[in-house]
């Protein structure tokens, strides 16, 4: 083969990955880790950077509605208090009876909002299988431009890069299909 297998599955599995850590922090009506944890908190007069939440505190799911966050630094317990609040996902934020845990709790979404969640899913899911064909067509524009090589290891290697192309292409539409059950029957 003109391309090595596994330098071929690498594009390909780069995008899968992507996707997956996109589709894991989508909103579908319950609190995740990965939701809290990329939560931007700024920090830069005590630490002087802007941290993610989960290294300012330690992140407890305790259930599907509701979170709580142990923030170890009491000076900063406002700051991520705030974030919260502004972030994108509309929590509601409120400080517990220890001064340093902060409860988070997402409002229950209706049926009509799950739909159009699965919308959008559907259309963020769209635009990674295009990064799967455009994966697939620079390939295989990167085969026809060899020189010296026959045309049967051309058409072999082209073979194969079509059928890691349905591979994963099958994989997208699996995760899609897991989180569009997930968002539908929460």
């Not at 349905?166 to 968002?183: S, W």
């Given at each position: 083969m003109l391309i090595q297998e596994d330098q071929l599955r690498y594009s390909f599995v780069e995008i899968i990955n992507k996707f997956e850590k996109e589709i894991r922090s989508f909103k579908a009506g319950c609190i995740t880790y990965e939701m809290l944890e990329s939560i931007e908190v700024d920090t830069l007069s005590e630490y002087g950077v802007v941290s993610v939440l989960s290294a300012l505190g330690k992140i407890k799911l305790i259930n599907q509605l509701k979170a709580e966050i142990e923030v170890w630094d009491h000076l900063i317990v406002k700051k991520v208090l705030k974030s919260l609040e502004e972030s994108s996902y509309g929590f509601r934020v409120s400080i517990g009876q220890d001064k340093n845990i902060i409860i988070v709790s997402i409002p229950p979404i209706t049926q009509e909002a799950r739909e159009n969640l699965v919308k959008t899913l559907s259309?963020?899911?769209?635009?990674?299988?295009?990064?799967?064909?455009?994966?697939?067509?620079?390939?295989?524009?990167?085969?026809?431009?060899?020189?010296?090589?026959?045309?049967?290891?051309?058409?072999?290697?082209?073979?194969?890069?079509?059928?890691?192309?349905?591979?994963?292409?099958?994989?997208?539409?699996?995760?899609?299909?897991?989180?569009?059950?997930?968002?539908?029957?929460?």
């Open positions: 259309k963020l899911t769209e635009g990674y299988k295009v990064q799967l064909r455009q994966v697939r067509t620079n390939l295989i524009a990167r085969i026809d431009s060899m020189d010296k090589v026959s045309e049967d290891e051309q058409r072999r290697t082209k073979d194969k890069i079509h059928s890691l192309f349905k591979e994963y292409e099958k994989e997208i539409d699996n995760l899609f299909e897991r989180k569009k059950k997930e968002i539908l029957s929460i």
